[in-house]
């Protein structure tokens, strides 16, 4: 069993700067596909970036250029920069993690979810 830990989120101005980090148990974690995704009320869950063990990236056209995966398996922590943040980013941020290689852009493929932690822009 994989247990995931956001943290980070926060109530910031558009334009400003948040880093989210996710926190996972197992000494298997460097396995694993790890993936933000993100839900604004009343909408889907929507992907937003993922990172394969071998770091390979993928990002929502919506984010491009402005979010950055990245994963530090020594300490078992996938993170997310958040830069040049819109109102539109608005949304309640999940850390997932899923064991093999398809699928990686949508949710129903992922194995593991963490809690969830509220990014809130301000125009």
């Known amino acids: 069993q994989v247990q995931l830990m956001e943290s980070g989120g926060g109530l910031v101005q558009a334009g400003s700067s948040l880093r989210l980090s996710c926190a996972a148990s197992?000494?298997?974690?460097?396995?694993?596909?790890m993936g933000w995704f993100r839900q604004a009320p009343g909408k889907e869950r929507e992907f937003v970036a993922a990172?394969?063990?071998?770091?390979?990236?993928f990002y929502a056209d919506s984010v491009k250029g402005r979010f950055s995966i990245s994963r530090d398996n020594a300490k078992n922590t996938v993170y997310l920069q958040m830069n040049s943040l819109k109102p539109e980013d608005t949304a309640v941020y999940y850390c997932?993690?899923?064991?093999?290689?398809?699928?990686?852009?949508?949710?129903?493929?992922?194995?593991?979810w963490g809690q969830g932690t509220q990014v809130t822009v301000s125009s």
């Open positions: 197992g000494r298997t974690f460097s396995r694993f596909v």
């Open positions: 997932a993690a899923k064991s093999r290689l398809l699928g990686i852009l949508h949710p129903n493929e992922y194995d593991y």
């Open positions: 990172i394969t063990s071998g770091e390979s990236t």
